[in-house]
């Protein structure tokens, strides 16, 4: 057991990343990674969100949807279940960090239709997981994003001081680093 929860774990960071190997997620990729500061923050709200999330819809799978024959309603309960911790986390956000707030300014309720949120809890029960396994895959995708995001800000932030040709300014060299970031996460793919 403990060595499928490794497996699953550092899978969810580096070899499945959902963001450079799965290209989901890209909307808050994009749009938070121009300051290290607002994608760490980004990077920490969507980690307890997906952590939490994932739990919280597993629960509801196992002993709600399934029980009760109403997988049909699984798309919408797990939005509801993720908007109301998204809500959680915005109000504790502006308390604690009004600066990272305004930093994260429309993508950080944006992540309630953040496709990578959803798509974890739903590939949790795809994959059969557990609630320990769902919580540990939650956390990893999270965790994977956060890093994910993290590098692409550090090199955007080099990027604003380079020598860049005028068609490749601004976003389009962005998405050129992605696909190389993504590229680089290929080498994973043999890890495991």
């Given at each position: 057991?403990?060595?499928r929860?490794?497996?699953?774990?550092?899978?969810?960071i580096?070899?499945?990343?959902?963001?450079?190997?799965?290209?989901?997620g890209?909307?808050?990729?994009?749009?938070?990674s121009?300051q290290?500061?607002?994608?760490?923050?980004?990077?920490?709200?969507?980690?307890?969100?997906?952590?939490?999330?994932?739990?919280?819809?597993?629960?509801?799978?196992?002993?709600?949807?399934e029980?009760?024959?109403?997988?049909?309603?699984?798309?919408?309960?797990?939005?509801?279940i993720?908007?109301?911790?998204?809500?959680?986390?915005?109000?504790?956000?502006?308390?604690?960090?009004?600066?990272?707030?305004?930093?994260?300014?429309?993508?950080?309720?944006?992540?309630?239709?953040?496709?990578?949120?959803?798509?974890?809890?739903?590939?949790?029960?795809?994959?059969?997981?557990?609630?320990?396994?769902?919580?540990?895959?939650?956390c990893?995708?999270?965790?994977?994003?956060?890093?994910?995001?993290?590098?692409?800000?550090?090199?955007?932030?080099?990027?604003?001081?380079?020598d860049?040709?005028?068609?490749?300014?601004?976003?389009?060299?962005?998405?050129?680093?992605?696909?190389?970031l993504?590229?680089a996460?290929?080498?994973?793919?043999?890890?495991?």
């Amino acid at each position: 057991m403990g060595t499928r929860l490794v497996i699953i774990f550092i899978s969810g960071i580096l070899i499945n990343n959902i963001v450079l190997s799965r290209s989901i997620g890209i909307c808050p990729f994009l749009g938070v990674s121009k300051q290290v500061e607002t994608a760490i923050g980004m990077g920490l709200a969507v980690t307890f969100v997906m952590t939490v999330s994932s739990a919280a819809t597993w629960v509801v799978q196992t002993y709600v949807l399934e029980k009760f024959d109403l997988m049909y309603l699984q798309t919408i309960t797990f939005i509801l279940i993720i908007a109301a911790l998204v809500q959680f986390v915005e109000m504790v956000i502006l308390k604690s960090s009004p600066t990272l707030y305004q930093g994260l300014g429309v993508y950080l309720p944006l992540i309630t239709t953040n496709c990578a949120v959803l798509g974890v809890t739903i590939i949790n029960v795809d994959n059969h997981y557990n609630l320990l396994e769902s919580m540990i895959n939650g956390c990893a995708v999270a965790l994977g994003f956060t890093l994910a995001i993290v590098i692409f800000a550090g090199i955007r932030e080099r990027l604003a001081f380079s020598d860049i040709p005028k068609p490749f300014q601004g976003f389009p060299i962005a998405l050129i680093t992605a696909g190389l970031l993504s590229i680089a996460f290929l080498g994973f793919q043999g890890l495991l």
